[in-house]
């Protein structure tokens, strides 16, 4: 099948914790993107890489990091440097017909 | 900067009525346009997918129309049915195939 995936489904960070969400896909799409979506609120971009070992900051890329080592994979890091973490975060990967997403992650500071 | 409009921002309907929600865009110059599902916590489902050089794309009860000039697109949703309610988004890709602008989204309730 194929797809996006992305784990863990939910995750719990503590304050000054770094976290790491997981996106992978099977689809061969050079482009790959992270948005946060907040309560009522649109689809905000943090990062996108477009080929291999090259990444760009989207609008709100402070106190994220991201890594692009594999066209499959494109983990994001959510650093203790973000100072309000707690959001739906979803990756996609977009080819020529057109972008496709994962199911989501929610993190939730406690 | 491009911006993306989506209205109306919610909607209630009986079932069996046709719909049509609509998305703006301020620069005419994308690469396509993408409409979207989301089912609360989940993830966007793709709709249908207008390539610039496109008017329209059908897909079952649904029909996407472009208008490039007018910076519009329309969703039409024929004979509604209840698992329809979700929130729907639209999405502009430019035409240097780098930014993926959002809309904010118009949440629609079809009631049985």
């Known amino acids: 099948d194929g797809g996006i995936t992305q784990s863990p489904k939910y995750l719990f960070r503590k304050e000054g914790q770094n976290v790491t969400l997981s996106c992978e896909q099977n689809l061969n799409h050079d482009a790959m993107y992270w948005y946060r979506q907040d309560p009522g609120q649109g689809l905000r971009l943090i990062y996108y890489?477009?080929?291999?070992?090259?990444?760009q900051k989207g609008d709100i890329a402070e106190g994220y990091s991201v890594s692009r080592e594999k066209k499959e994979s494109f983990p994001l890091t959510v650093t203790s440097a973000q100072k309000n973490p707690t959001a739906f975060y979803l990756c996609?990967?977009?080819?020529?017909?057109?972008?496709?997403f994962g199911q989501g992650t929610r993190l939730t500071v406690v | 900067k491009q911006e993306v409009t989506q209205i109306p921002a919610a909607l209630s309907v009986p079932e069996g009525e046709n719909l049509v929600l609509n998305c703006s865009f301020t620069?005419?110059?994308?690469?396509?346009l993408q409409w979207f599902r989301q089912d609360p916590g989940k993830g966007l489902t793709s709709l249908l997918l207008i390539q610039s050089s496109q008017r329209e794309q059908t897909s079952g009860r649904l029909n996407a129309s472009l208008d490039k000039s007018s910076g519009r697109s329309t969703l039409y949703i024929a004979a509604s049915q209840p698992g329809d309610s979700a929130t729907y988004l639209c999405a502009v890709r430019d035409n240097y195939g780098q930014n993926f602008v959002f809309g904010p989204g118009t949440r629609l309730s079809v009631l049985p």
């Open positions: 890489s477009q080929i291999v070992n090259d990444f």
């Open positions: 620069d005419s110059a994308i690469y396509n």
């Open positions: 996609a990967s977009i080819g020529y017909t057109g972008a496709f």
